[in-house]
Structures are given as C-alpha cells and as structure tokens.
Nanobody, 124 residues
Framework: VQLVESGGGWVQTGGSLRLSCEAS????????IGWFRQAPGKEREAVSC????????HYEDFVKGRFTISADNAKNTVYLQMNNLKPEDTAVYYC??????????????????WGKGTLVTVSA
C-alpha cells in the first residue's frame, strides 16, 4: 500500500497550487482520503477530506472557499486545488486514507495509510 503526494512547491501569496495523492495497493472505493498539513513547530492538522464512495467532502474553516478537494476513482487519485494561498498555508501536506471513514465526523479517526508529504511554501 502506498500513497504518494506531488504538486508542492513555492508560490507567492495569492497564488495557486494543485496537490495530487496517488494511491496504489488498495482500491479507492469506500475510503476516506484526507489532506493534512504540518507547519514548522506546529502540530499536524486536518485540512480537508473526501469519501470516495459518494464524493462527500469536508473542509476546515481556514480553507473553506479557497481549497477544493476532488477524486478520480479511476486513477486512484485525490486532488487538492489550493487557491488564494497565504503564508500561513506554508506546511508539509500529507494525504492519508482510512477505510469506511465518510468524512462525516471530525476530527478524523487514526488513518490507516499515510503518504510521505509534499512541501508547500507560500512567500509573503
């Protein structure tokens, strides 16, 4: 089982990035796929999630209206479109998967699988 994030990089304030999380070794259906982030010196926090079975989503308040999560089940890939980025969005972004988590309660449960992360840096 493997989750591989990509798409991180450097961007100026107000810019956009699209992160991808490609899964292998398990079937996407019935998994909650979450994006989390950890900024330097801070604890990891949930950002958004999507339930691949029905497309249900959840966003934390600090990204609502700016980030959009989506899934392509045929490609076993989840995306996080990040617009209007702010310096406080700077962090390592991780995707994680949990079987049967419908993104319908928060905080998320302990996730089954984690990727290694991709760094997003937003300059002021």
């Amino acid at each position: 089982v493997q989750l591989v994030e990509s798409g991180g990089g450097w961007v100026q304030t107000g810019g956009s990035l699209r992160l991808s999380c490609e899964a292998s070794g398990f079937t996407f259906g019935n998994y909650g796929i979450g994006w989390f982030r950890q900024a330097p010196g801070k604890e990891r926090e949930a950002v958004s999630c999507i339930y691949t079975a029905d497309g249900g989503t959840h966003y934390e308040d600090f990204v609502k209206g700016r980030f959009t999560i989506s899934a392509d089940n045929a490609k076993n890939t989840v995306y996080l479109q990040m617009n209007n980025l702010k310096p406080e969005d700077t962090a390592v972004y991780y995707c994680a998967a949990d079987l049967f988590y419908g993104c319908d309660y928060h905080p998320p449960p302990p996730m089954d699988y984690w990727g290694k992360g991709t760094l997003v840096t937003v300059s002021a």
